[in-house]
């Protein structure tokens, strides 16, 4: 039988709900504050059986907090994924059909690139291309902007990547859409958009990952396939590309109401 919910556990899916997306750090926070509001038990290290508790009930409505990891630096973050629709179709009620459209073809960009990022001049220059609705280049900007807010896309330099929310939403899709392009990391085993791949046997790592794995070998070895790594081992600062923008806030005149 499942756990019982509380008003802290529907506080706390509440204010998710309300971002889409939450970094680890924030998100032990909401905990600690949500069950402080409402008087049950906490415990720092009990976040993830916390999140457990609201998935039992949140299963029938094909609805999960899933865990994932932020390319740009590792981090973990926590999302609100639907698990009803795996197709990128579960956007289409946001958007209209010539942005989807757009959105559709920036993803080919990102997944069709090396480097897993776009620049927005080849991702302009396909906006009077779309076969649904041509849009004017300053039409494509404005929903650059969108996607980067609602948290679909990150951009940094003018160059746009998937966000983290993205990924951890859409991977079953990218990885069927993408087959010739998209794995998962052989360290954390979650889709890697950013990645290296090894030469000999084309296993791929998160950048994270990478720098995480080698950090203690003098030569760095494919965990796969045992040959010399031939990438640059990422440095220790990475740019925190994909953060999710925004605070939360959960203040006791925050109410919800009980179920």
Same mark, same amino acid.
């Given at each position: ?17 309300s971002h889409g997306i939450m970094e680890g750090s924030e998100a032990r926070k909401l905990h600690k504050c949500c069950c402080e509001i409402h008087k049950v038990y ?23 907090? #899933? ?28 958007? +209209? ?20 990022? +776009? ?101 760095? #070895?494919?965990?796969?396939?045992n040959t010399t790594w031939s990438c640059d081992i990422p440095g220790a600062c990475l740019r925190d590309s994909q953060s999710p923008s925004g605070t939360w806030r ?10």
């Amino acid at each position: 039988m499942a756990a019982q919910m509380t008003d802290a556990h529907r506080r706390f899916l509440q204010v998710l709900m309300s971002h889409g997306i939450m970094e680890g750090s924030e998100a032990r926070k909401l905990h600690k504050c949500c069950c402080e509001i409402h008087k049950v038990y906490y415990a720092h290290d009990k976040l993830d059986h916390f999140i457990t508790t609201i998935n039992s009930h949140l299963q029938p409505l094909f609805m999960q907090i #899933r865990k994932g990891m932020s390319e740009g630096d590792g981090r973990a973050h926590y999302a609100l994924v639907n698990l009803a629709e795996t197709e990128i179709t579960k956007l289409a009620s946001d958007y +209209a059909e010539n942005e989807l459209e757009l959105f559709k073809k920036t993803m080919d960009l990102i997944m069709l690139s090396e480097n897993g990022f +776009a620049s927005s001049t080849d991702i302009l220059n396909l906006a009077d291309q779309l076969k649904t609705k041509k849009m004017k280049k300053k039409e494509a900007e404005q929903m650059l902007k969108v996607f980067v807010e609602n948290k679909w896309l990150s951009e940094r330099n003018g160059e746009y990547t998937l966000h983290t929310r993205c990924i951890m939403e859409m991977e079953q899709y990218i990885l069927t859409n993408y087959p010739d392009t998209a794995r998962k990391c052989n360290i954390c085993h979650t889709l890697a958009v950013q990645s290296q791949v090894c030469e000999s046997c084309g296993t791929g790592m998160h950048l994270p990952c990478v720098r995480k794995y080698f950090k203690a070998q003098t030569e760095p #070895r494919c965990p796969q396939c045992n040959t010399t790594w031939s990438c640059d081992i990422p440095g220790a600062c990475l740019r925190d590309s994909q953060s999710p923008s925004g605070t939360w806030r959960a203040e006791k005149s925050f109410t919800l109401s009980a179920r």
